[in-house]
């Protein structure tokens, strides 16, 4: 009797094959997705760790620096309202120079210019402004005292000593104007100006483009407040100044004809000493471009911002006005929307979501750094 010895026919062996590798596949694939689940999530973590840590720098340094600086606003606002890339386009020359000079000329403006009734009427809001141009810092505060609150014809020389200012017919009114009126109901500015509790330093904030260098085309970044195109590097910048005695002409070196050197008088803005890199001052004007700094890395596109100030007007010299959204504490609302740059995106194929922060961050002027 023969006997037949058991085993696979060659289909069965195949199809066993088959199995086995799909099993294999499948393993595998679920390994595989495990891994690139892991490297998203990472990834996803480290580039929101990188913009949360740089977005609470960015809330620290605006909680430290002081409160809504209104002399800059009323430099900016009754100058040049014109913007690019984000930002303001005009510099504003940060209170050291009043226009009635020629801007690009090495000769600074005069002192500050007063307001004051004419003969037989009131002075109102707005009456005294010397608008498009730029205001000396101090100029905010001069716009809420009358020197010549009796309307009376003395050309505002009550004592007739030669000087229309410290006369009796000198009256702070305790109301208007505005420091900004913002581009919508909201408040929203283009840049944020804080100034610390001494007078003695201002910090200034903007947002602003700049092509990123990994993009992997010709970046076409354009436009004002909407930008257009692609390649776009955006940042959220900050520069520091410093105060001086210098007077009216900005220079230690030489004695001011109308004594304005070392008064006590607010009158010379410097680059501050961190943002420069070479020995000696800088006035701060029309050359600020090259001194700001970025606050977010650059693996960090800071791809919106937006600035809302409360209230557009200073408590300190308008505590007459009851108009409610006037009545508060100085606050700033922040909204911003961040996402990985281009040396980020290179490196992963999927899709990041965005990270959007909206925050309110109460201001003081005490100094509690």
């Not at 891994?35 to 720098?57: G, H």
């Not at 801007?103 to 009734?117: A, E, H, I, M, R």
């Not at 483009?209 to 590097?233: H, K, N, Q, R």
Request: charged share 20%.
């Amino acid at each position: 009797m023969q006997i037949q010895k058991g085993g696979f026919s060659l289909i069965e062996i195949v199809i066993g094959m088959m199995i086995v590798t799909i099993v294999m596949l499948a393993a595998f694939s679920a390994v595989t997705a495990i891994w690139i689940a892991k490297v998203k999530l990472i990834e996803k973590t480290e580039i929101e760790k990188q913009a949360y840590f740089a977005t609470e720098k960015f809330f620290e340094m605006i909680k430290k620096w002081g409160t809504i600086d209104y002399e800059e606003y009323w430099n900016r606002y009754s100058y040049s309202t014109n913007y690019w890339s984000g930002h303001f386009n005009n510099p504003s020359w940060f209170g050291n120079f009043w226009s009635t000079w020629v801007v690009w000329s090495t000769s600074y403006g005069n002192s500050l210019y007063y307001c004051g009734s004419p003969n037989g009427s009131n002075m109102w809001t707005w009456w005294c402004l010397d608008s498009n141009t730029h205001q000396r810092y101090g100029e905010y505060r001069q716009q809420f005292i009358d020197r010549n609150s009796d309307q009376d014809a003395d050309w505002w020389d009550e004592d007739g000593d030669g000087s229309i200012i410290n006369d009796d017919d000198d009256l702070f009114l305790w109301e208007w104007p505005h420091a900004f009126s913002g581009t919508s109901v909201e408040n929203k500015v283009w840049e944020l100006y804080l100034v610390n509790s001494l007078w003695n330093e201002r910090t200034l904030f903007r947002w602003n483009i700049a092509v990123d260098p990994d993009y992997f085309w010709t970046p076409t970044c354009s436009g004002t407040e909407t930008i257009s195109g692609s390649g776009c590097l955006w940042n959220i910048e900050f520069l520091k100044l410093s105060w001086r005695d210098y007077g009216d002409d900005h220079d230690s070196a030489s004695i001011d004809a109308n004594g304005s050197q070392f008064d006590g008088i607010i009158d010379t803005w410097l680059i501050h000493e961190d943002f420069i890199s070479t020995l000696g001052e800088v006035v701060a004007g029309s050359n600020n471009q090259d001194y700001w700094q970025g606050i977010f890395p650059n693996t960090v596109h800071v791809s919106d911002a937006q600035f809302y100030v409360y209230p557009n007007k200073s408590l300190d010299y308008s505590w007459r006005d009851n108009t409610s959204s006037i009545l508060v504490s100085p606050y700033v609302q922040i909204k911003m929307t961040l996402q990985p740059s281009y040396k980020i995106k290179r490196k992963i194929t999927w899709w990041v979501p965005l990270v959007e922060i909206a925050t309110t961050i109460q201001l003081s002027d005490l100094d509690i750094r």
